[in-house]
């Protein structure tokens, strides 16, 4: 016997789901992500990236992450617990790429301006 689907056994449509960006929305997106990717670039090329331009630069690049995690991945429609998820593996990584850099000795040196031989290991890759 072959089981056909009847008007009545169709599933309504969810109230509960989410309303999909338009294309201008995933548009705007993309003109602040560049925004943001723009101001990336140009502080290492105009200003010596220590102390404030270093936590600006994080920063963008946290709020990057949030805006590509909320869009992209659609996790600003999904639960809230999948965003902390998120969140915490971008501070997690911040937080460990800040004690490698630490352990490396890169912060308090001026590695820009120091002859090769005389900057630490692994600054001599990292120029």
Do not use: C, W
Request: charged residues 15%.
């Amino acid at each position: 016997m072959t089981a056909t689907l009847e008007p009545e056994h169709i599933a309504p449509p969810d109230e509960n789901a989410h309303r999909h960006p338009s294309d201008f929305e995933y548009v705007k997106v993309a003109l602040v992500l560049m925004v943001f990717t723009s101001i990336e670039i140009f502080i290492p090329y105009h200003f010596e990236v220590s102390g404030i331009a270093f936590v600006i630069m994080l920063l963008l690049m946290a709020t990057k992450f949030g805006v590509v995690t909320a869009f992209f991945m659609h996790l600003r429609f999904d639960s809230h617990l999948f965003r902390r998820v998120f969140f915490a593996g971008v501070f997690l990584a911040v937080f460990v790429y800040l004690i490698v850099m630490s352990t490396f000795h890169l912060f308090g040196h001026d590695s820009v301006t120091q002859p090769l031989d005389e900057r630490p290991p692994i600054a001599r890759y990292t120029h």
